[in-house]
């Protein structure tokens, strides 16, 4: 403690025995992120050992790409575990804003452009409606969510079979704006031997600029605070409606840049797309180490909780196994990964 | 007017009503600088709702509150930390698995550099010499205050609201679940403040941990005010008597009579006097016979 010796008040304060120091690789140890971290090193490993073309470098644009798109969610999911709440509409509210864009430019004849940014619109507002009704109705965000869950779902459905007759949207491709836009939501970079989807990109400026909130941000105390505590969080003056309501907003956000991607990848969107990967992003970002309870997690460790199943789902294929057994595989990787979790934190401020 | 003349915080007959409960009812006060205004009252007695109000958790039903003699209302806890009126609260509004710097610039971070990046180099400088001002040391500030005791979170929570709070201070039971040693460093820590130019209201319903520390009393009954008296007026004796309700006290120690806490008997023999023989464990008769 040199700071001690600069003030004389501070010679007198008793220094508590019982609170000793942790060393260097105890603190390490007691971020959240470590469980996912090993859980990808394992699971890399074991990939190496039993897939063949696992280990060709070709294949890591695949893999990532499949991270990417799981990534990109489990961001902003993360961060509202954090903040306390769940999103269980994150997975539809995607197919919803490549519907709405695909559905109004097709209708109006507009620019593929306006569409676009319409959706945007339109997903920031369901966002904010979640978050606007979690307060209105006092309910858990479980409920809330569950039901927008169900009303998008529908909406899909519904509105698409009453615009189009069928069950996806027309093919958008020869419309005005499309090329721009399939630049800027699906192209391809080549990096030598690997080609990366542009969606790689935006997954890790995503969690850069999400982990760079959450840690050295004003807002990321926050998000902190109003997840462990809300009516402390509020006592002491934090906005927590704001945060919060901001937090689903974000994750609307990101389901219309997850539904760009769809809408201009395959030129047209199914609207049946989407239901159960709202649990796979909470599965992510559970694995990266956030608490359900929240006010504990990392945003680093949602990422590789995406990158975890990317490695799985192809993984699998490429070791030639029935693909029929990934969901058992996810199953087992939740739970090993939440206990791994719990015990190195328990282990870890224990020292 | 003299500066110390005019309190910082004034209310006049404030009353809060939830629906048709009057959990508080024409309830005066007056917080000067550099006093300690003791607010002490039985369970239900009001004392939560008055501090709700002071600081902008809840919004009064009747009534005036003034600072700096205008009348004025809190819309929310931040406007009423804008105006100088900090608060610890029972709780200690901390949020458990969050560190220990994090928990105390909370809502208040320090920010560096045109991006408005968090100061962490800087806040966790602060707190470690605010918390030391207070005579506790934690070498790690890192760690999440849940694991931390009592008396340590008592204290992050206070030097928090000490160092924010620049006028007034609310404190909100603050000995309540802290042991002798413990509940000595928050008294000391609250003459402290007062002598520093704080006002403070310190709420309690220990009458015997108020009167080491306060200047003014009111002691709140039913969710009105039974007695408002400065220290001068008023003995220890009387302030406890007020406290529990003199009467009910009397009664209390005549029906008590018989019980003299100072005998020592085996638990048989106690049924001579007026109390019923209470049902002991065994080690506390065990322990009574050894004595004994």
């Keep these: 403690m040199t700071a001690a010796a600069t003030e004389p008040s501070r010679a007198e304060a008793i220094r508590d025995d019982r609170v000793a120091t942790r060393s260097l690789a105890a603190r390490m140890l007691s971020r959240p992120e470590v469980g996912s971290l090993v859980g990808a090193i394992v699971i890399f490993a074991l990939f190496m050992l039993v897939a ?11 893999i990532l790409y499949g991270a990417s798109t799981i990534g990109i969610m489990a961001v902003p999911v993360a961060l509202l575990m954090i903040g306390g709440e769940f999103d269980l509409s994150a997975g539809v509210a995607v197919t919803t804003s490549g519907l709405a864009a695909s559905l109004l430019a097709w209708n109006f004849g507009l620019n593929v452009w306006v569409g676009v940014f319409l959706a945007l619109a339109l997903s920031l507002a369901v966002g904010a409606f979640n978050g606007w009704l979690l307060f209105k109705t006092g309910l858990p965000s479980f409920l809330v969510t569950l039901g927008t869950f169900f009303v998008l779902q529908g909406i899909n459905l519904g509105v698409t079979r009453l615009l189009t007759g069928n069950v996806a949207t027309a093919d958008i491709s020869d419309m005005d704006g499309f090329a721009s836009a399939q630049q800027v939501f699906g192209s391809e970079i080549s990096l030598g031997p690997i080609n990366l989807k542009i969606t790689v990109l935006y997954w890790v400026v995503l969690t850069v600029v999400a982990a760079h909130i959450l840690l050295r941000r004003q807002v990321g105390n926050w998000i902190f605070a109003v997840g462990g505590d809300a009516s402390a969080a509020r006592a002491i003056g934090v906005p927590v409606r704001a945060t919060k309501i901001g937090l ?15 809408l201009f990848q395959f030129n047209t969107v199914q609207s049946g797309e989407g239901v159960g990967k709202e649990f796979i992003f909470i599965i992510a970002a559970v694995i990266g180490g956030c608490l359900l309870t929240g006010g504990y997690g990392s945003v680093v460790g949602a990422s590789v909780g995406a990158l975890i199943f990317g490695m799985t789902q192809l993984g699998i294929n490429y070791a030639g196994w029935n693909p029929d057994w990934f969901k058992a595989f996810l199953g087992v990787m939740l739970l090993l990964a939440t206990i791994v979790n719990v015990y190195v934190k328990r282990k870890a401020d224990l020292r | 007017m003299s500066v110390a003349a005019t309190p910082i915080l004034e209310l006049e007959d404030i009353g809060k009503s939830y629906g048709n409960v009057h959990a508080l009812r024409g309830c005066s006060l007056r917080v000067r600088q550099g006093e300690v205004t003791c607010v002490l009252g039985d369970n239900g007695a009001g004392k939560s709702t008055l501090i709700k109000i002071v600081s902008g958790l809840h919004d009064h039903t009747d009534g005036v509150m003034k600072v700096d003699g205008e009348p004025c209302r809190f819309g929310s806890p931040r406007e009423a930390q804008a105006t100088g009126i900090a608060t610890v609260y029972q709780d200690l509004a901390l949020a458990p698995l969050m560190s220990v710097w994090r928990n105390f610039f909370l809502g208040n971070e320090i920010r560096r550099g045109p991006l408005r990046v968090l100061d962490i180099d800087r806040m966790k400088q ?8 207070m005579g506790i040391v934690i070498p790690d500030l890192d760690r999440p205050v849940g694991g931390l005791s009592g008396g340590q979170r008592q204290c992050i929570a206070i030097a928090r609201a000490i160092y924010f709070g620049a006028r007034v201070i609310i404190l909100d039971e603050p000995t309540a679940a802290l ?26 319903h220990n009458p015997h941990h108020a009167y080491l520390v306060g200047n003014h009393f009111v002691v709140l009954k039913l969710g009105r005010v039974v007695l408002d008296a400065h220290r001068d007026e008023l003995s220890l004796e009387q302030l406890t008597a007020e406290m529990a309700g ?9 029906e008590l009579s018989g019980a003299d806490p100072g005998k020592v008997a085996a638990p048989a023999a106690v049924e001579h006097g007026q109390v019923e023989a209470p049902d002991l464990p065994p080690v506390m008769e065990a322990e009574e016979e050894r004595t004994a």
Excluded at chain 2, 180 to 187: E, M, T
């Design chain 1, 248 to 262: 689903f907003m974000a994750v609307g956000f990101c389901a219309w840049l997850s539904g760009m991607h769809l």
């Design chain 1, 52 to 62: 063949v073309p696992f280990r060709n470098v070709a294949n890591i644009g695949t």
């Design chain 2, 126 to 133: 602060i707190c470690h010499d605010e918390l030391a001002k």
């Design chain 2, 179 to 204: 042991g002798v040693k413990q509940s000595g460093v928050v008294l000391k820590y609250i003459v402290k403040a007062r002598d520093a130019g704080l006002g403070v209201i310190f709420i309690t």
């Design chain 2, 246 to 254: 003199g009467q009910e006290l009397q009664e209390l120690s005549h």
